[in-house]
């Protein structure tokens, strides 16, 4: 039975029990209680349904330890994606590079076709210190990590910082000792393929990941001919700065430096590799400046290999492109050079 039809019932025998004179002064009362103001409740007014899923959650919830994804996909939540902040006032033009050495280098000697042999690559290694005329040179890979944009910047030490939360500060510098070991295996083994002219049979001690890779670029590797350079390093006689270039050789007709890359991510588009085209823009002007090197490049390629096999994605950068790109790499160079004076 309801609340309210129990209430009514003892109301009603409490009326009858009651005598004449009690009766009225019992009415008077009640009717007096009933008259005052009701204090009210704001909550009588709020939509309960709307927020029965809330209650439910906090009333039911257990606390637990937060994962890194959980973390950060409250993160996201709360604060939304980050957008880079713009200024009240934006360049008209685009930054333009003080010193803008050519990439190509007119003034550069070839020697004769002859006196070289087109069939042994060019390997030279990183020149010793007492070598160097100024002292300690900055690589490419060093001034593109010191002048690195700051929101790039973020994301990198954004995913370091969820990758330690995962794996712990050792966990992590084992897994990357173990990209980096993985790396030169792949570089290691694609030279040995690139000089034998043979095609990639697995080997019983090679790890998961190196087949992996070598999989992904099987497509590929039938594009490249007419090896000029493995593994070598080149140095930018006016620009002083050096660089290890991986490969230069032809790809479909066009002689390029070409950039081997291990991913476990997909990078189907240039913007997805981030400073690489940079970097590749950096060895095409250090080998046209440098006079180990009996010729000249204006192309580029990126390749990403993937350590599930899928296959590579191959990013062909033209003259035109490796142009724009220069000009990116010069102001990067400045901006180094400029934070080097002020230290």
């Given at each position: ?30 009717c007096s209680i009933?008259?005052r103001?009701?204090?009210l409740?704001?909550?009588?007014y709020v939509?309960?349904?709307?927020y ?6 906090v ?14 996909e409250?993160?996201?939540f709360?604060?939304?994606?980050v957008?880079r902040?713009k ?7 685009p930054?333009v590079?003080q010193?803008r050495?050519?990439?190509?280098n ?6 004769a076709?002859?006196?070289t042999d ?8 990183l020149p010793?210190?007492?070598q160097m005329t ?6 490419v890979?060093?001034?593109?990590q010191?002048t690195?944009?700051?929101e790039q910047?973020?994301?990198?030490e954004?995913?370091?910082?969820r990758?330690?939360m ?10 990357t000792?173990a ?8 570089h ?5 393929l690139l000089l034998?002219?043979?095609p990639?049979?697995?080997?019983p001690d090679d790890?998961?990941q ?8 099987d497509h590929?590797l ?11 390093a080149?140095l930018h006689?006016?620009?002083q700065y050096l ?5 230069v ?7 390029c ?7 476990e991510?997909?990078k189907?588009?240039?913007?997805n590799?981030f400073?690489n ?9 250090a ?6 090197y009996?010729?000249q490049?204006?192309c580029g390629?990126i390749v990403?290999?993937?350590k599930d096999?899928?296959?590579?994605h191959?990013h062909?950068l033209d ?11 010069l102001?990067r160079?400045?901006e ?8």
């Amino acid at each position: 039975m309801k609340p309210l039809q129990l209430l009514g019932r003892h109301c009603n025998r409490l009326v009858n029990a009651l005598p004449h004179p009690l009766l009225s002064v019992f009415l008077s009362t009640s009717c007096s209680i009933l008259s005052r103001k009701k204090k009210l409740n704001g909550y009588e007014y709020v939509d309960q349904e709307k927020y029965a899923d809330l209650v439910r959650t906090v009333t039911t919830s257990k606390t637990s330890s937060q994962t890194p994804e959980r973390i950060f996909e409250e993160d996201s939540f709360l604060y939304g994606k980050v957008m880079r902040s713009k200024g009240p006032l934006q360049e008209s033009e685009p930054k333009v590079p003080q010193n803008r050495i050519p990439l190509n280098n007119p003034n550069k000697v070839l020697l004769a076709v002859e006196k070289t042999d087109p069939n042994i690559p060019v390997k030279i290694g990183l020149p010793g210190k007492s070598q160097m005329t100024n002292g300690r040179l900055p690589s490419v890979t060093r001034i593109l990590q010191q002048t690195m944009p700051m929101e790039q910047a973020f994301y990198l030490e954004r995913w370091k910082q969820r990758m330690i939360m995962e794996l712990g500060e050792e966990g992590f510098i084992e897994y990357t000792a173990a990209v980096f070991s993985q790396g030169k295996l792949f570089h290691a083994q694609l030279e040995d393929l690139l000089l034998s002219k043979e095609p990639y049979t697995p080997k019983p001690d090679d790890t998961e990941q190196l087949v992996g890779y070598m999989n992904s670029v099987d497509h590929v590797l039938p594009d490249i001919v007419g090896v000029r350079t493995l593994e070598s390093a080149v140095l930018h006689s006016e620009l002083q700065y050096l660089g290890f270039v991986d490969c230069v050789a032809k790809y479909r007709g066009k002689l390029c430096v070409i950039d081997w890359k291990t991913s476990e991510k997909q990078k189907p588009t240039l913007k997805n590799t981030f400073d690489n085209p940079l970097q590749v823009a950096a060895y095409i002007g250090a080998i046209n400046h440098d006079s180990n090197y009996n010729f000249q490049v204006d192309c580029g390629l990126i390749v990403i290999a993937y350590k599930d096999g899928s296959p590579a994605h191959a990013h062909f950068l033209d003259s035109d492109t490796c142009l724009h790109y220069w000009d990116k790499w010069l102001l990067r160079l400045e901006e180094y050079k400029e934070k080097k004076e002020k230290q």
